[in-house]
């Protein structure tokens, strides 16, 4: 089949996932500067009986007032045993409809809507719908990082923690889809030796770093070792000493104590957990094609405190979908949950 060339397409969540005021701004400004946001987000917290799920890639204030902190496979397992009656979600919209097809009777938030995700964008469900024609007979195989409207099209989800787990428990003769990264796609044929059809799908942050920057950057800092995530490019890859998602990056740091100075190839929300976990280490973030001296997610950092607090005085905006659209869904996320009850994840913070 021929393949597909992408254009980026803005984020723009779905009708039915729409709830976020127009007059956000205006709220905004109705918070008392005095206010005191962290007190004022545990007490309703309390009072919602809600969770507070952060990704390891949100500001350090909102991962520190968290219940659970992790990638998104800690959090989908978070949200599939919570008892609580609400779901914060700090993270970007395909995480917290991923709360939503997990729990259908709670009302789940979102700090900020435009909060979305390059990789999801880059494979609207009606382009990846006519082009999975092309592969009868596939099993289709998707990233978490899509929206639920994809996760309808799939048989089984994957994150970066377990997809090479979940491909090798396939039967060998089993033709396989792999969507919507083509980096993490890669990275799994080359650990599992299958070969798949991958969507060309990219994370804007793992893309940017820079293969030519970053050996410059390992002749000054010899001692260092690297470790990268397998959204980053090949040629980025190559260099690294270990390769994991997030959740095995940081139990890489966490385990080789040994180690003094690590360069980072992911987001540096993740410094952050690296950072409380060794305080004897120096933690260097890969240099990206940016300019600047650290990789940050866009769309991670539209939540703030400030938003987290509006979420929850307001109970706006709320993650919702339509009931087909949420069951098709489920099928492949509750595989993936099955999948993956073998694997042991890093203790985070509220397991």
Known sequence: MKPLTLAHTPFNPSSESLGQPSDLSTRLRTIDPALDLESEIVRLKG??????????????????????????????QAAAKTDADVIVFCGVHFMAETAKILNPDKLV?????????????RCPADLYS????????????????????????????VTSSNAV??????????????????????????QTGREMVLWPGFCIVHEQFNARKLAQMRTAYPQAVLIAHPECEE????????????????????????QTQFIVATEVGILHQMQKSRLDAEFLC?????????????YMRLNTLEKLYLTMRDRTPEITMDEETRIKALRPVQRM???????????????
């Open 47 to 76: 009072e919602m009986n809600a969770t507070i799920l952060a990704h390891y890639y949100q500001d350090a204030d909102i991962q520190d007032l968290a219940d659970h902190v992790g990638d998104s496979l800690a959090l989908a």
């Open 109 to 121: 938030l979102l700090p900020d809507l435009d909060a979305g995700c390059s990789l999801a964008d």
């Open 130 to 157: 006519e082009w999975l024609k092309g592969y009868p007979g596939h099993t289709v195989i998707n990233y978490i990082n899509s929206s639920a409207a994809v996760k309808a099209l799939s048989d089984i989800i």
């Open 165 to 190: 787990d979940i491909v090798r428990q396939l039967p060998s003769d089993v033709p396989i889809v792999f969507g919507p990264d083509r980096h993490l796609g890669n990275w799994v044929q080359t």
């Open 235 to 258: 040629s980025v890859l190559n260099q690294a000493d270990f390769i994991g998602s997030t959740l095995a990056l940081l139990k890489y740091v966490q385990e080789h104590t040994e």
């Open 286 to 298: 890969s240099p990206p094609n940016s300019g600047c001296n650290c990789a940050s997610c866009p």
């Open 337 to 351: 949950l099955e999948m993956s009850k073998n694997l042991a994840p890093v203790q985070q913070k509220g397991d």
